[in-house]
């Protein structure tokens, strides 16, 4: 069974800070998707990594995808309120149409 | 921008019962997904469907629950007695082919009472 743990569950810190929060495994995935997910609302997709070692830039946000595809991290730059929310990152299994969840990291970000 | 559409947005049913959630995917989307949320755990994946069959099940997807797509648009999941341990959030998903990222709806909270 391929499980993927983010770390940290929870995370606080102040506006303009930076923050990485990471994603790891045993298992190889053959895809890795970052979603962010706000109360009531389904999963919204951030970006898709597909190649060991990509790395993948949304303006302030940094996403890795780990050279053996067992990892990835999400980096934000200089972090705002608006960032405030619950992300998920979900591996894609090889020859398998779905995903595995990670348990996801709720980040606050404080004025 | 194209959305995946979840009707009900809640749904509170007597145990036993049985429940149809209804889920409106993109267009030219391809492959359709059925994942659930308990809540403050994981989401976990319940079914893909993909060329008018299932192609994938969880072993959470047992005889209680069926999927259809009924008409080319719709894309439904039933489960014909509930249980308590039904009560999540409900998401249907699609993409237009493999390896892309999904498109989730926004959910339908079930409550088994």
């Known amino acids: 069974t391929q499980l993927l743990e983010q770390s940290p569950q929870f995370l606080s810190i102040q506006e303009g800070e930076n923050l990485t929060v990471y994603c790891n495994s045993s298992s190889v995935f053959s895809s890795l998707q970052w979603y962010r997910q706000e109360p009531g609302e389904g999963p919204v997709l951030l970006v898709t990594?597909?190649?060991?070692?990509e790395v993948k830039k949304l303006k302030r946000l940094t996403f890795q995808f780990g050279d053996a595809r067992k990892d990835s991290s999400l980096h934000i730059t200089a972090a705002q309120p608006g960032d405030t929310g619950l992300y998920l990152c979900a591996g894609g299994i090889q020859g398998a149409q779905k995903l595995v969840f990670g348990q996801g990291t709720r980040l606050t970000i404080n004025p | 921008e194209p959305e995946v559409t979840q009707t009900p947005s809640h749904q509170v049913t007597q145990m036993g019962q049985e429940v149809i959630l209804r889920c409106v995917p993109i267009?030219?989307?391809?492959?359709f997904y059925w994942y659930r949320q308990i809540l403050g755990q994981k989401v976990e994946f319940l079914v893909s469907?993909?060329?008018?069959?299932?192609?994938?099940k969880s072993e959470i997807f047992d005889d209680q629950f069926s999927v259809e797509r009924p008409d080319g648009s719709n894309f439904t999941l039933k489960i014909r007695s509930t249980k308590l341990e039904d009560s999540a959030m409900y998401f249907c998903a699609s993409l237009p082919q493999a390896g892309y990222g999904y498109t989730f709806g926004s959910g339908t909270r079930l409550t088994v009472v």
């Open positions: 469907f993909y060329n008018n069959e299932i192609s994938e």
């Open positions: 267009s030219n989307h391809l492959y």
């Open positions: 990594v597909v190649t060991g070692g």
